[in-house]
């Protein structure tokens, strides 16, 4: 361990060590071990001046340099770390969500026993032994907006374990907080015509079995042994402009109404049918795309009464 770190030591770039990263914040100091050894230290230096002992002097100055060296490796440690992550991340209110990040080793050395720690919890010990490294953060919020994520820290305790090294960053993203998804009352549901039951007998009219047709869908009392019918439906969502105006229900509670407006935008984007959002003067259209999703999330986030 010793012989590893003292070659870690002849290979410092020195000129490269003392640059610190501008979106990131390095500190260094003493853990109780290493508080513990630099008092041993000073006091061993003491009584070798005092009575005169070569070998305590010796002694002293060894344990200085591997105290000494273990400052030095443990920033190379840590240091060329870069912190890489989304611009923005959507998250629904009161439910805990898997934030993703990427570490960039940008130097050669691998990074050893690194503590990834984020509200004074800690996410993880990581070694980065390959130049991309992935990491989740787990974050909830029980009030919809939009928020800024506090400081990230890693935190190396190589290689004696009496040096702490540890570099803060400011991720510079945002966190839309969208309201919580709750199932709506039973007259929402029916006006957008969700889960309404089906009776096995009720279809709107008969086609051909075909081979790759489930037989799920057979119309068993209008087929014979010679021919097979299935069932066929309309479907009446994807017939009709579907259009949610949230001033159309002042008899509910403008928070429950957001939290009924999300269950219902999952919904119909999962199922991928088109609707129109529409609050006031401000108008969205879902669609496929992931981005009509987040415009309608971001300002769900926002709105105001």
């Known amino acids: 361990m010793i012989k590893q770190s ?11 060590l003392i640059k610190f990263k501008k979106n990131s914040r390095i500190y260094i100091y003493p853990n109780l071990n290493g508080i513990g050894l630099a008092t041993f230290i000073f006091f061993c230096f003491l009584i070798s001046v005092f009575y005169e002992n070569n070998s305590g002097l010796l002694l ?12 030095l490796i443990s920033h190379q440690n840590i240091n060329y770390l870069k912190l890489n992550y989304n611009n923005v991340f959507y998250v629904e209110a009161d439910q805990k969500e898997k934030l993703g990040f990427t570490i960039l080793n940008l130097s050669k050395e691998k990074k050893l026993n690194i503590n990834i ?5 800690n996410v993880g010990n990581f070694n980065f032994l390959k130049r991309i490294s992935l ?7 029980d009030s919809r907006g939009v928020y800024e994520l506090d400081d990230i820290s890693l935190n190396s305790i190589y290689p004696f374990g009496v040096i702490n090294t540890k570099v803060s960053f400011k ?9 919580k998804s709750l199932r ?4 929402l549901l029916n006006e957008f015509n969700i889960n309404k039951d089906i009776k096995a007998d009720e279809f709107d009219g008969i086609d051909d079995f ?27 969502q994807k017939s009709q402009k579907l259009i949610l105006d949230l001033d159309k229900y002042n008899n509910i509670k403008f928070e429950r109404l957001l939290s009924y407006s999300t269950y219902l935008i999952k919904y119909f984007y999962q199922k991928k049918i088109s609707l129109t959002f529409k609050h006031k003067e401000n108008i969205f259209l879902l669609n496929n795309n992931e981005k009509s999703l987040n415009q309608i ?3 769900l986030a926002n709105v105001k009464i």
């Open 297 to 299: 999330f971001r300002y």
């Open 60 to 71: 002293s100055i060894v344990i200085f340099f591997i105290f000494f060296i273990s400052i």
């Open 184 to 187: 709506p009352n039973q007259d």
């Open 117 to 121: 720690t984020y509200n004074n919890s």
């Open 210 to 236: 075909k081979n790759s047709d489930s037989l799920s869908k057979v119309a068993w009392k209008k087929s014979t042994l010679e021919k097979k019918y299935i069932k066929t439906f309309k479907d009446n």
């Open 171 to 179: 991720p510079n993203c945002e966190i839309i907080v969208y309201p």
């Open 135 to 141: 990491f989740n953060l787990n974050y909830i919020n």
């Open 6 to 16: 003292v070659l870690q030591f002849v290979n410092i770039n020195f000129k490269r």
